[in-house]
């Protein structure tokens, strides 16, 4: 039974019209020691994220009224930042950028082990266990960036800007070393976890996602790539205006 699941138990909620997969699913995070709500659609699910706490949600990207990826861009847009791990037959790249895009912070493809599944669900967990230790005095910074690490808060130039759950992590990972290298292998151990079986251009999909957020047009850039080695957070260049 992992560490998560011990006085306050994590609670999920896993979302998909198919019933055997769903009660599949449940009936193993369960047994994990997890709680576990169920959604068959996307309006429960969104209901249930709207007034519940959720440490995680696993959804499935085919739904009979709004899709995965509806689901999820409504849920940012109405500034609710459950972690999601999207599930999905879908596998190519375009489809893997759109979900990533619409606010999800993971995806499995279809078929999977439960054996992948719960390694993912531990990863997740672990990750935000350890931001909910850290400090509530520790604030990073670098140039005008500044990120609370008790409140997930990050400005730059005074200004909020509003991370999902693993551009978060992916920030903090390189703030943690802003002005050394940090090579990929590292990068991708520390914020995908060590069971992590993704495509590695993830990682650069997410870079690109930072630098849209905190680089805007006529400011100067943070993150910057060491070609064939990894990227380093410092200030550089200005970023030019179209």
Not at 121 to 140: F, K, M, P, Q
Not at 159 to 171: F, H, I, K, N, P
Not at 172 to 185: D, K, S, T
Not at 193 to 207: A, C, M, Q
Request: glycine residues 8%; proline residues 3%.
């Amino acid at each position: 039974m992992p560490d998560q699941a011990s006085d306050a138990k994590v609670q999920l909620l896993v979302v998909d019209d198919d019933v055997r997969m769903r009660t599949f699913l449940a009936g193993e995070l369960r047994a994990e020691g997890y709680g576990v709500e169920e959604a068959g659609d996307g309006q429960s699910a969104l209901m249930h994220l709207r007034s519940q706490p959720t440490d995680l949600a696993m959804l499935d990207w085919s739904l009979p009224d709004f899709s995965g990826v509806e689901i999820c861009r409504r849920l940012r847009a109405g500034e609710i930042y459950t972690p999601v791990l999207m599930l999905t037959a879908h596998d190519e790249i375009r489809d893997r950028v759109e979900a990533l895009d619409s606010g999800a912070d993971d995806y499995l493809l279809k078929p999977f082990s439960i054996e992948e599944l719960l390694a993912r669900v531990r990863a997740h967990l672990r990750r935000a266990s350890y931001g909910r230790l850290i400090s509530t005095a520790d604030v990073l910074s670098v140039a005008d960036l500044s990120v609370n690490t008790a409140t997930r808060e990050v400005e730059r130039g005074g200004e909020a800007v509003q991370l999902s759950v693993r551009e978060y992590d992916l920030l903090l990972c390189l703030l943690r070393q802003a002005g050394r290298v940090v090579e990929r292998e590292q990068i991708l151990r520390e914020v995908w976890g060590e069971n992590h079986f993704g495509d590695e251009n993830l990682l650069g999909v997410y870079i690109r996602y930072l630098r849209k957020k905190l680089e805007p047009e006529g400011r100067p850039t943070l993150i910057q790539t060491v070609r064939g080695v990894g990227f380093m957070l410092r200030e550089g260049e200005l970023r030019p205006e179209a």
